[in-house]
């Protein structure tokens, strides 16, 4: 009923309200829309209240889309979109004719904003209709080739005037074109090809314009790369393989003039794709003047060369990442063979006495080295790119030629790392390659990996805040210039989120959990764990915890991070579960209850009943002193009952005078070490102090526990039956030690000293008496 009265009133306010006025509510009653449940409102089976105002509030939307004013077409458009989302099946069936008058509002000369809010909205409907095959028969069938053609004539240049001349620019709506195209193709791959061949030359049109933006080209790359799909049934593949095979060879061409300064010493791994140079004209700028064979067309100068290298490099990136309705044989020899070649190629070091790595030709004029110097990170950051995506996309099946990837990776960063977006990529590029790959595999060049580590290092230093030297004043004598400027926190908050940073910071955990301990130095590990404690990183510490540096004897050779770790992280349940894991103990003995052996001796009795009365008589009295005692050990009574007789205790008495044992002169109470043994007596059968409730019901609980535990556990024997009997009728032996039970002390909390003396044994160590 809510929903209902919502329609009723938007369709009035879009009937009163003026249509200039429409655009400034077309938001709210977009939001009012969203919120109702549409779906069930516009079903055929509401009630007839309910269909007439669906009906009403779709004639006033059609009204407005064939409007004469702007205002009111672009709320239509809203409202539709709006409507589109939350309506469901019900609402794209009945969808064409909003469809159809959005399609004829392209042509009509309205902004650039309006127009992109009808391609969003048109778009919109047609990925809606996936997986509604008779939507797909009545609504993209029909109106969808309508719709590219439409697009066609949208990205037309257009003529702009500049410094008073006429000059043709790209259509302002060239990327949401390009981005419609990019989301439609993939699912309608057939009704894309009849313009495949138009699609194409203005995708390469663009791409040979050095002008274009990098926005722009990324587009028309992704586009480029998705008409491949649309080639005819199981000519995909193929399709695919030549399209690679002629981006690496255009690309090749390409870095042949534009490198022709340099001396290159690299080889291809493949012997067909050497070429024999002639002799390079460089009294004219670097150049092709016809097409390659990707069907781009020339170039002249340093700069436009960079620009179609870079692009061909992106290309073959976006080949490589873009799904394929067939499987395809990635020619990763060529890529790697071309990706080596570029990044080969470094500018020379700064330093004045640092070796050149490069030899040049001495016709090559010194201009055009450095425009190719200034140059070269694009290229770099371009092939590292190709290598990330690799790594990413096959993985573990690029095993073969990890090696590789990685030297090549690690050359380019002691070449180029004063570049930050070098630095960056690379540090991204070393991160997935070492989540994938094992480098105790790989032949890694450990110098370059220590010089990675101490770049990563050394910027994530720079989100630290100054020592206090920083702030102390200069000793210079201009009085202007007497302080140091110090990084405040604001700042160091920004450098914190630079991607640079998150690059270095993401990398740190991984070298200390995939880097084998044998290459990386002791140094470098010790700097890396003052790092993470300094920065509190989290992860980098709970690997330096789990993969400690080990000695070749198994030892650690640094300190752990634990304590460092459980304070930084004592909320994280992977730090508790390091620190304190709930693993169960298993148990290797068990106790068995005084009642359970008395149990056993009656049964044993009750077999051997064919024994004289002289037997019968001994069972039953250790039978009876067994009850006795598990009667002590189990009542409330402070003090135990004696059931040994005389010789017992005289028995006992020369046991304990036989027994050395070792004690302290803390645990005897009011008596001297060189006291009587009447003493010791008085003192041993001194009252044991009557415990509290609380703790009688402690001990009572206990004892239950371990009595219902020990029924379920089977202990073995440690006594036979004829032993039992034997011992019995000796007069003046003692029991066995293991069927000797003794109370323990109860726990006053009133009184910890006297709660804490232990049972007094008579037996005395001379040498504590002598001490005294």
Known sequence: MQDESALRAITTRLTTTPINHLPRIAGFLATALAQCQLEDQFS???????????????????????????????TAAVLIKAIVDKGGPNVLANSEVWTKGLLSCLNKPDSVDVKKIYLGTVTRIFLLTQGHPTLLREVITPLLPPFLTSCLGLIRPVKAQVDGNLTEVANPLLNPVLQCCNQLLPHHITLFRPFVARFKLVCQSLLEESGTSATTRKLAIKLMCL????????????????????????AQATADRLFRAVIEEHEPNDTSNQRAFGKHNFSKEP?????DESGLDSWTGIYEGTVRLCTLVNWLDALISVKTPQAVTVPLGSILDLTSRLLAVT?????????????YHNEATRDEKEQLWLNLPQIHLSCLRVLQKMTGIYGASVLAVAGAMLNQT??????MSRHETIREAVYMVFGDVLATIDLSETR???????YLIEHCCNDLRTGLLPSSDATRPDTMKDGFLGTRPVPTADYLSLRRQSRLYQAAWELLPQIITHCPSSMISRQSRIEIDRLSIILNHTDAMLASVMRPMLSDKGKATTASLTPFLARSAADSIVVEAL??????????????????????????HEQHGEQGEGDSDILSKLTDSLDAMDDTVESEEPTPKDTTGPADHGNEEEMLESTTKKRTLDAIDGTDAGGSSTDFQTAASREIKIP???????????????????????????STFAEVIHRASAPNEALPPEKTFKTAAPVDASDSDDSEIPEIDLGFDTDEEESE
């Open 44 to 74: 055929d089976s509401k009630k007839a209240a309910s269909s007439v105002t669906a009906h009403k509030l779709k004639t006033r939307i059609a009204s407005l889309l064939q409007d004469r004013n702007a205002a009111g077409r672009l």
């Open 227 to 250: 008409l491949i799909s649309c080639a005819p049934k199981m000519t995909v593949s193929l399709e695919w393989t030549q399209t690679a095979a002629s981006i690496i060879n255009s």
């Open 287 to 291: 150049r092709i003047s016809d097409k």
């Open 347 to 359: 500018p020379p070091e700064s330093k004045s006495n640092a070796t050149p790595t490069l030899r």
């Open 410 to 415: 690690l050359d380019a960063f002691e070449a």
């Open 444 to 450: 890694l060049n450990i110098n370059g990996l220590s």
């Open 579 to 604: 620190l304190r894991p709930r693993t169960s103990v298993a148990q290797t003995t068990a106790r068995s209850s005084p009642g359970s052996e008395s149990h056993e001796l009656k049964a044993n």
């Open 692 to 718: 509290r409730l609380d703790e009688r019901k402690t001990q009572e609980s206990e004892s239950q526990s371990s009595h219902m535990n020990n029924l379920h556990i089977e202990e073995p024997r440690t």
